[in-house]
């Protein structure tokens, strides 16, 4: 079993910036990949960023040069830091990882972007 809790959302202004994190309850290095999910109202879930055990990552195209996921070994959390953040961010972002075959998803946290 694996719990998620994630933390950082909230309202900000176009342009502004947010970092969201992931703590773990378990040590991450047991874990191949963590990725961000979003979804807005009306659409599905999207894949935001993920990166491996190994450090690589990968970006939609949607946010790519505008925020960085990052991970800390030690306090078994990984983050996503989002500047240039723009209303078409406004979701609820999700973290999410997965061991031996079995996804764990965080509770979810809302991020508006205002205009």
């Known amino acids: 079993q694996v719990q998620l809790v994630e933390s950082g959302g909230g309202l900000v202004q176009a342009g502004g910036s947010l970092r969201l994190s992931c703590a773990a309850s378990?040590?991450?290095?047991?874990?191949?990949?963590m990725g961000w999910y979003r979804q807005a109202p009306g659409k599905q879930r999207e894949l935001v960023a993920s990166?491996?055990?190994?450090?690589?990552?990968y970006y939609a195209d949607s946010v790519k040069g505008r925020f960085t996921i990052s991970k800390d070994n030690a306090k078994n959390t990984f983050y996503l830091q989002m500047n240039s953040l723009k209303p078409e961010d406004t979701a609820v972002y999700y973290c999410?990882?997965?061991?031996?075959?079995?996804?764990?998803w965080g509770q979810g946290t809302q991020v508006t972007v205002s205009s």
């Open positions: 378990v040590s991450i290095f047991t874990v191949n990949v």
């Open positions: 999410k990882t997965g061991r031996v075959g079995i996804d764990y």
């Open positions: 990166i491996t055990s190994r450090g690589n990552t």
